[in-house]
């Protein structure tokens, strides 16, 4: 052994012993041969050892890729917790959630260590930070560029590997693929995932919440509280992916400049040893990231299937007119939204608008990962990460969170429905009532879907089997949402009417008022045989009772509640507007029907011109009636938590 080799093995022997790694290899007493860097570097333990993978949680259903599995009791929310709300009775359930990605996703691109062939110090990569380790004296790699679309390659060495250097070579490299036939994949991958806490929601669509980056922590919602519930959607299209060539072993990641004084300077640092193994990024995956969180008071299974024909770009549900209804909370939506790669354009614009194509197709999202993009604008999005020494094995960190699953009914203080037109996609009751639909269409509701009338002929009638709905000479109460597409002179949207001059016939409408304005007006007959009936009209020097394009809740109430016999109140967005009685007049003549109807969208009688009689032309929805009068507090509770009905 010549001079040299006994300091170098002197060097390494001394080095040993001080970190009490050589074991049997080689006694601190007893001279031996040893190899140089690599037999440190293979002698630092397993990745799996120094970052022992979670024992994942169930994964085979979407609940349990969500929220995990149960650890803890269910308990009721503590009038002190900031989401507790008096209207809800609320329980939370511990959960636990733990996974193994395999990549690592980002949302910070800038990140400037995360660059195919730098070396990075795993104890920082294990936190969730990214800590280079500064060793200049670097063999010459090779990196390579692979298209997810084709078998395309593209390759350039690296001479001096740096953070700088290597930064300008994938920057060449991009380039000169752009130059050639290189496609970039066009794949998109899409998930979803209910939010109930950031590091939750990133499990769930098996990401990392600590290498998301802050524009992730700044962009979008996590919590779904009482009356409201957050769903964040994540899509991914990977472009092409740039890995670095393996050497056999390595120390060929090394000059013969890295002696053993310069790994004894990292030593001394802290940045490598047993508690802090050195891992380097073997590829980079560029392509773009959407993530979106949409808040909405729409259940989360529809909030999902809305969120699937955004990207499906039309209804599959076989729903009728699941369009309307999807498009609408869609709009409703409070949308946040981060984006990384990819042109600046208009997806946001897009998820929240859905508008049509010019031959009337629908946009979807899956179309705005399509067309002729620049390898330029993609950012690098994933990284896979794996350890300096041995195989090379992959090095995933685990994640474990916990967190409170908060689920919520409302108290029940809303007056109950007797019969109820919802107007998702039918005139179904979902009381007892059997309706009779004509030239019905539906369109995008107050909630989920509406009765379109269309201002000519088209409405529905219910029977039960007897000709009416309810009693009209009893105490009730009838309520709707209306939204005028236009003020008619006269127009109807509850009546109850006949071929003769029957006690309790009434008609719930409006009539127009000036250029643009409306009133609402509630007739009802007292007596039968008399044209004579009672009139309630919001003032017509208000001409905004139900303005057009704006959605109402307009009631009309009858009789008895605590304010006096035969009383009758008109109400709009829950406040009481009218009460006084005035004289108003029913026509009789031109009456075809053989029997009296409760109709909904027109008053049930034709003109001598055989027209349809005051039709009503907008979106009518949430029909309710009650058997009985509701009193003034009902009424505004029922505006003010109407979505308590919907959940």
Same mark, same amino acid.
């Given at each position: 052994?010549?001079?040299?080799?006994t300091?170098?093995?002197?060097?390494?022997?001394?080095?040993?012993?001080?970190?009490?790694?050589?074991?049997?290899?080689?006694?601190?007493?007893?001279?031996a041969?040893?190899?140089?860097?690599? !037999?440190?570097?293979?002698?630092?333990? !397993?990745?799996?050892?120094?970052?022992?993978?979670?024992?994942?949680?169930?994964?085979?259903?979407?609940?349990?890729r969500?929220?995990?599995?149960?650890?803890?009791?269910?308990?009721?929310?503590?009038?002190?917790?900031?989401?507790?709300?008096?209207?809800?009775?609320?329980?939370?359930?511990?959960?636990?959630l733990?996974?193994?990605?395999?990549?690592?996703?980002?949302?910070?691109?800038?990140?400037?260590?995360?660059?195919?062939?730098?070396?990075?110090?795993?104890?920082?990569?294990?936190?969730?930070?990214?800590?280079?380790?500064?060793?200049?004296?670097?063999?010459?790699?090779?990196i390579?560029?692979?298209?997810?679309?084709?078998?395309?390659?593209?390759?350039?060495e690296?001479?001096?590997?740096?953070?700088?250097?290597?930064?300008?070579?994938?920057?060449?490299?991009?380039?000169?693929?752009?130059?050639?036939?290189?496609?970039?994949?066009?794949?998109?991958?899409?998930?979803?995932?209910?939010?109930?806490?950031k590091?939750?929601?990133?499990?769930?669509?098996?990401?990392? !919440?600590?290498?998301?980056?802050?524009s992730?922590?700044?962009?979008?919602?996590?919590?779904?509280?009482?009356?409201?519930?957050?769903?964040?959607?994540?899509?991914?299209?990977?472009?092409?992916?740039?890995?670095?060539?393996?050497?056999?072993?390595?120390?060929?990641?090394?000059?013969?400049?890295?002696?053993?004084?310069?790994?004894?300077?990292?030593?001394?640092?802290?940045?490598?040893?047993?508690?802090?193994?050195?891992?380097?990024?073997?590829?980079?995956t560029?392509?773009?990231?959407?993530?979106?969180?949409? *808040?909405?008071s729409?259940?989360?299974?529809?909030?999902?299937?809305?969120?699937?024909?955004?990207y499906?770009?039309g !209804?599959?549900?076989?729903e009728v007119?699941?369009?309307?209804?999807?498009?609408?909370?869609?709009?409703?939506?409070?949308?946040?939204?981060?984006?990384?790669?990819?042109?600046?354009?208009?997806?946001?614009?897009?998820?929240?608008?859905l508008?049509?194509?010019p031959?009337?197709?629908?946009y979807?999202?899956?179309?705005?990962?399509?067309?002729?993009?620049?390898?330029?604008?993609?950012?690098?999005?994933s990284? *896979?990460?794996?350890?300096?020494?041995?195989?090379?094995?992959?090095?995933?960190?685990?994640?474990?969170?916990?967190?409170?699953?908060?689920?919520?009914?409302?108290?029940?203080?809303?007056?109950?429905?007797?019969?109820?037109?919802?107007?998702?996609?039918?005139?179904?009751?979902l009381?007892?009532v059997?309706?009779?639909?004509?030239n019905?269409?539906?369109?995008?509701?107050?909630?989920?879907?509406?009765?379109?009338?269309?201002?000519?002929?088209?409405y529905?009638?219910?029977?039960?089997?007897?000709?009416?709905?309810?009693?009209?000479?009893?105490p009730?109460?009838?309520?709707?949402?209306?939204?005028?597409?236009?003020?008619?002179?006269?127009?109807?949207?509850?009546a109850e009417?006949?071929?003769?001059?029957?006690?309790?016939?009434?008609?719930?409408?409006?009539?127009?008022?000036?250029?643009?304005?409306?009133?609402l007006?509630?007739?009802?007959?007292?007596?039968?045989?008399?044209?004579s009936?009672?009139?309630?009209?919001?003032?017509?020097?208000?001409?905004?009772?139900?303005p057009?394009?704006?959605?109402?809740?307009?009631?009309?109430?009858?009789?008895?509640?605590?304010?006096?016999?035969?009383?009758?109140?008109?109400?709009?967005?829950?406040?009481?507007?009218?009460?006084?009685?005035?004289?108003?007049?029913f026509?009789?003549?031109?009456f075809?029907?053989?029997?009296?109807?409760?109709?909904?969208?027109?008053?049930?009688?034709?003109?001598?011109?055989?027209?349809?009689?005051?039709?009503?032309?907008?979106?009518m929805?949430?029909?309710?009636?009650f058997?009985?009068a509701?009193?003034?507090?009902?009424?505004?509770?029922?505006?003010?938590?109407?979505?308590?009905?919907?959940?």
């Amino acid at each position: 052994m010549n001079q040299r080799q006994t300091n170098f093995f002197q060097t390494f022997k001394g080095l040993f012993c001080l970190l009490g790694l050589l074991g049997s290899l080689v006694s601190c007493s007893q001279s031996a041969s040893v190899s140089t860097p690599n !037999a440190y570097l293979n002698s630092l333990g !397993a990745w799996d050892s120094f970052a022992p993978p979670v024992e994942a949680t169930p994964t085979d259903t979407p609940e349990a890729r969500e929220q995990g599995v149960k650890a803890g009791e269910t308990k009721p929310l503590d009038a002190s917790d900031p989401l507790f709300n008096p209207n809800y009775s609320c329980t939370t359930t511990r959960y636990t959630l733990a996974k193994n990605p395999e990549a690592i996703v980002t949302m910070a691109p800038e990140a400037g260590v995360l660059i195919p062939g730098l070396i990075l110090q795993g104890a920082s990569y294990k936190l969730g930070s990214l800590q280079e380790l500064p060793i200049r004296q670097r063999a010459p790699i090779k990196i390579t560029i692979d298209s997810f679309a084709t078998s395309d390659q593209s390759f350039i060495e690296v001479e001096n590997p740096s953070p700088a250097t290597l930064q300008d070579k994938v920057r060449e490299l991009i380039q000169k693929t752009e130059s050639s036939s290189f496609v970039p994949g066009t794949d998109v991958s899409y998930r979803k995932t209910v939010s109930y806490s950031k590091e939750q929601m990133a499990l769930g669509l098996d990401l990392n !919440a600590k290498y998301l980056g802050a524009s992730v922590d700044a962009s979008l919602d996590y919590k779904t509280g009482s009356t409201k519930r957050t769903v964040t959607a994540y899509f991914i299209q990977k472009a092409f992916t740039i890995t670095v060539e393996e050497p056999q072993t390595a120390a060929e990641f090394f000059s013969s400049d890295f002696t053993q004084a310069k790994l004894q300077e990292q030593i001394d640092r802290g940045a490598i040893g047993p508690d802090n193994l050195p891992t380097f990024v073997s590829s980079v995956t560029y392509g773009r990231i959407m993530m979106f969180s949409f *808040t909405s008071s729409a259940s989360v299974k529809d909030i999902k299937a809305s969120l699937d024909f955004a990207y499906n770009g039309g !209804a599959f549900s076989g729903e009728v007119n699941a369009d309307a209804k999807y498009k609408n909370i869609l709009k409703n939506s409070e949308v946040k939204f981060v984006q990384v790669g990819g042109p600046a354009s208009g997806a946001f614009n897009l998820i929240k608008s859905l508008e049509d194509n010019p031959d009337g197709s629908s946009y979807n999202l899956a179309e705005f990962f399509e067309g002729d993009v620049s390898l330029t604008t993609f950012k690098p999005i994933s990284y *896979t990460l794996k350890q300096l020494g041995g195989n090379f094995p992959v090095a995933k960190v685990g994640d474990t969170t916990t967190y409170d699953l908060l689920e919520c009914n409302p108290v029940s203080n809303l007056p109950q429905p007797d019969h109820w037109w919802q107007g998702e996609g039918n005139a179904k009751d979902l009381g007892d009532v059997t309706t009779f639909e004509n030239n019905l269409e539906y369109g995008a509701g107050k909630y989920g879907q509406a009765f379109a009338m269309n201002g000519d002929n088209s409405y529905f009638a219910g029977y039960k089997p007897e000709p009416t709905v309810f009693d009209s000479t009893a105490p009730y109460t009838i309520s709707a949402w209306i939204n005028p597409r236009s003020n008619s002179q006269f127009s109807v949207f509850i009546a109850e009417t006949g071929p003769f001059q029957s006690a309790g016939q009434f008609v719930l409408g409006m009539i127009k008022v000036g250029a643009s304005g409306n009133s609402l007006f509630f007739y009802r007959r007292p007596n039968s045989g008399s044209s004579s009936s009672d009139l309630l009209i919001t003032p017509l020097s208000s001409k905004d009772a139900a303005p057009a394009n704006v959605w109402t809740l307009v009631t009309a109430v009858y009789g008895n509640a605590g304010v006096g016999e035969n009383n009758i109140r008109l109400f709009v967005n829950g406040e009481k507007v009218k009460t006084a009685v005035g004289q108003g007049n029913f026509p009789t003549d031109g009456f075809v029907t053989s029997d009296q109807r409760t109709r909904f969208g027109n008053a049930g009688y034709r003109k001598s011109d055989v027209s349809y009689s005051y039709p009503f032309n907008g979106l009518m929805d949430e029909v309710m009636t009650f058997n009985r009068a509701l009193s003034d507090e009902e009424v505004k509770t029922m505006y003010e938590d109407f979505k308590g009905y919907k959940e």
